[in-house]
């Protein structure tokens, strides 16, 4: 068994309603429950609004849950925005920083990602901190430069590299079925351990784009990659199981 447990992670995105997310944690849930002792961590990330709902769906499973963003503050005058702390009240272990479509979406500077990171681990919570070169980026042959610059400038000055998970996530290879070869992505994950120093031999470093069943297996196969983000795949139990069976090394 690795030292590092693998890390299955579904991020919901803005999908899924009260009686659709019941059925999609509960069914995952039921089948994780009937696994016994699982050699892997599994985490579902549901819209806000539904945190609620998914952990009383998953309460008594191993299975965990995380959000897809969080505040800086602990609390204040924040129209619309949910605080570390108020995500931990609501049962969350983790919650994903810095994902490409808060990036490019919404505009967030890697160093606003960095001040979420800092009040997440405050807060108890595991951040997922997403790191990947643009299209344009990596045409101009700029893939490495730019993920070494949203990687360091996204870690505050005192994290705890112990309770911090790495995804390296190409933007272009996000919901458009294309990806880096094997070789690539674990080649880019080395770096990012490499960049993270001799305290990051415990952080996991996941990938994700255009995870799914059929390309899970060599994803999971190689040392180098110790879990997977996944998106779209994530959105229903075969997919999520599909997916988080190839764990099982
Ligand atoms: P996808 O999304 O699996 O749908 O490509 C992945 C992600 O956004 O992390």
Not at 97 to 110: A, C, N, Q, V
Request: hydrophobic share 40%; proline share 6%; net charge neutral.
């Amino acid at each position: 068994m690795p030292s590092r447990r693998r890390l299955i992670v579904a991020n919901w995105k803005m999908n899924t309603r009260h009686q659709s997310a019941i059925e999609l944690a509960g069914t995952i849930a039921e089948w994780a429950g009937k696994q016994g002792q699982l050699p892997y961590d599994m985490v579902l990330c549901p819209p806000a609004q539904l945190l609620f709902t998914v952990a009383s769906a998953v309460k008594g499973s191993p299975v965990k849950m995380g959000a897809q963003d969080c505040h800086w503050a602990s609390h204040g005058p924040f129209t619309g925005d949910i605080s570390a702390p108020q995500l931990a009240d609501a049962g969350c272990q983790y919650v994903i920083l810095g994902h490409s479509e808060r990036r490019h979406g919404h505009g967030e500077k890697s160093e606003l990602v960095a001040r979420k990171l800092e009040a997440a681990q405050k807060a108890g919570l595991v951040p997922i901190l997403c790191v990947g070169e643009t299209a344009e980026q990596k045409e101009q042959g700029r893939a490495e430069d730019a993920v070494r610059e949203y990687l360091t400038q996204s870690l505050p000055a005192n994290y705890d590299p112990r309770h911090l998970v790495v995804s390296y996530e190409p933007v272009w290879a996000i919901g458009t079925g294309r990806q880096p070869a094997i070789e690539e992505i674990a080649h880019t994950n080395q770096m990012i351990r490499s960049i993270l120093g001799q305290h990051g031999a415990e952080t996991r470093i996941l990938f994700g784009g255009s995870v799914a069943p059929s390309n899970a297996g060599a994803i999971l196969a190689s040392t180098e990659i110790d879990g997977v983000l996944i998106g779209s795949a994530g959105l229903s139990p075969e997919g999520y199981i599909g997916i988080a069976t190839k764990a099982n090394l």
